[in-house]
C-alpha cells in the first residue's frame, strides 16, 4: 500500500475513533430510558470489561472470573486494566473500552493494507472493509481479530507457509473458535497440491493450542477451561437465527416444533461441510477461497445465535472473491441489513418490549437470504470434485 493511502486511512481510523470516545459516546441520546446504540455499544464493551477484571482484582480467569470468551480476547480484556486506570468505575470503563477499540480498529487497519496488498487489480476493493456496518462492529467488538488471523493465514498457507499457518489459525481458534474449522480445507489443499500430509501445518496448530490453553488447564482445570464452552451450548435459540425464525413460522401455523431437535439439526448443518472437505480436490488457492467462504458462511448461516458482527469474518473472503457487480451488490446487501439488524432492529425490540419487530425480523430473513446465495455462488465456484486424499494415504502406510 502507498504511504499515502496508509497514512490517509490510519488518519480516517483516529478522527472515527475520536469522534466515538466523544460526541458519539453516548449515541446523541437525549436520555438513558431509550436504547440506542447507533455507535456505541455500551452492552458488550462493558462486558469485556468485567470478564478482563481478573488482573485488576488479582484473580484467576475463568476461576476466580468467568468469561464466556476463550483465552486470547480474555487475556486481552486483562490486560487492558494495565492503562485504563481512574477514580471510578465510569473512568476505568471510559479507558478500557477506549484502548479497546483503538485495538481492533488497528487490526482493522492491519486487515485493509493486507487485503490492498493481496488484490492483484481493483485494489479499492480493499476500501469495503469500511462500510458503515463493518466500521460499527470492527469498533464494538473483537471479530476483526479473527477475521484478520484467517485472512493472514490463508495468504500464509497458499504462499506454502505451513507453519506460519498453522501458528495463525490457533491463535485464531483461541480468538473465536470458528478458525479451527477451516484446519482440514487448509490440509485438504496442501495434500492436492503435494500429495502429503502437511505435518508442518498440524504440528503449529497443535502445539500454538496447547500453549495458549495450558495456563488455563494449571490455575483453573478443566471445569475452567470448558466453562465458556457450556454456557455457550447453553444459549438455545436467539432471536432471528434462522433456527429461530423456522421455529416463528411453525408457530404462526400452528405447528409445534421441537427446539432440541432443530438445535441438532441446524448444528449438523452448521459443521457437516468441515469433514467434506477432507474428501474434495482442493487444488488452488481460489477453490480454497471459496472452501473457506462455504465452510465460514455455513458456520454463520445455520447457528442458533444470532451475531450480525459475524459479517466481519467473511468480509474479507468476499472481498477477494469480487468477480462481478452482483458479488459487490451482496456485499452491500449483507452491510446494510447486518446493521439494520442490529443495533437498529434490536433497539426497537427491546424499546418496545415486541421480540420480533418487522424490521428486525426482516433483517434476519434478509441475512439468511443474502447467506444462501453466498453460499451457492461459492458452492457453483468451488468446483467440487470428490478425492480420496486422506484415505488413500491411510491405505498406503
Not at 487475556?75 to 486506570?85: E, Q
Not at 416444533?257 to 480436490?281: K, M, N, T, Y
Not at 474479507?316 to 443495533?343: G, W
Request: charged share 15%.
Amino acid at each position: 500500500m502507498p504511504k499515502k493511502y496508509a497514512y490517509g486511512l490510519i488518519l480516517f481510523l483516529i478522527v472515527v475513533w475520536l469522534l466515538s470516545i466523544s460526541v458519539l459516546f453516548n449515541n446523541l441520546s437525549r436520555g438513558p430510558e431509550h436504547f440506542i446504540r447507533w455507535f456505541n455499544d455500551h452492552n458488550d464493551r462493558l462486558a469485556y470489561m468485567q470478564d478482563g477484571v481478573w488482573l485488576a482484582e488479582g484473580g484467576i480467569p475463568y476461576k476466580d472470573v468467568p468469561s464466556e470468551y476463550p483465552q486470547v480476547p480474555t487475556y486481552l480484556f486483562g490486560l487492558l486494566y494495565l492503562f485504563a486506570r481512574g477514580d471510578s468505575e465510569t473512568t476505568i470503563y471510559f479507558w478500557h473500552s477506549s484502548i479497546f477499540s483503538l485495538l481492533m480498529l488497528a487490526a482493522l487497519f492491519l486487515t485493509i493494507r493486507l487485503l490492498y496488498t493481496t488484490l492483484p487489480e481493483r485494489k479499492w476493493r480493499a476500501w469495503l472493509m469500511l462500510l458503515p456496518a463493518s466500521l460499527y462492529f470492527t469498533y464494538n467488538r473483537f471479530d476483526i481479530l479473527p477475521a484478520f488471523l484467517c485472512l493472514a493465514a490463508y495468504l500464509a498457507i497458499t504462499d506454502k507457509k505451513s507453519l506460519l499457518a498453522g501458528l495463525l489459525l490457533g491463535i485464531g481458534a483461541f480468538t473465536k473458535w470458528y478458525p479451527a474449522l477451516l484446519l482440514p480445507p487448509f490440509l485438504t489443499y496442501n495434500y492436492s497440491l503435494r500429495k502429503r500430509l502437511d505435518w508442518k501445518l498440524l504440528a503449529a496448530f497443535a502445539g500454538t493450542c496447547i500453549l495458549i490453553i495450558l495456563p488455563t488447564l494449571l490455575t483453573a482445570g478443566w471445569d475452567g477451561f470448558l466453562s465458556p464452552y457450556r454456557m455457550h451450548a447453553g444459549r438455545g435459540l436467539e432471536q432471528v437465527s434462522l433456527p429461530a425464525l423456522l421455529e416463528l413460522a411453525a408457530q404462526r401455523v400452528g405447528w409445534a416444533l421441537d427446539e432440541a431437535s432443530i438445535g441438532r439439526a441446524f448444528l449438523l448443518l452448521q459443521l457437516l461441510l468441515v469433514p467434506v472437505s477432507l474428501f474434495v480436490r482442493v487444488d488452488d488457492g481460489d477453490k480454497l477461497l471459496q472452501w473457506v467462504i462455504l465452510i465460514t458462511g455455513a458456520f454463520i448461516l445455520f447457528s442458533q445465535i444470532f451475531s450480525p458482527q459475524w459479517m466481519l469474518w467473511l468480509l474479507p473472503f468476499l472481498i477477494l472473491s469480487i468477480r462481478r457487480t452482483s458479488d459487490l451488490v451482496l456485499i452491500l446487501l449483507y452491510n446494510l441489513f447486518a446493521y439494520l439488524a442490529f443495533p437498529v432492529g434490536m433497539d426497537i425490540a427491546l424499546d418496545t418490549g415486541n421480540d420480533y419487530p418487522l424490521i428486525f425480523v426482516a433483517s434476519g430473513l434478509a441475512i439468511a437470504g443474502i447467506l444462501a446465495a453466498i453460499l451457492a455462488r461459492a458452492f457453483r465456484r468451488a468446483e467440487i470434485h470428490l478425492a480420496w486424499n486422506f484415505v488413500g494415504f491411510l491405505f498406503k502406510t
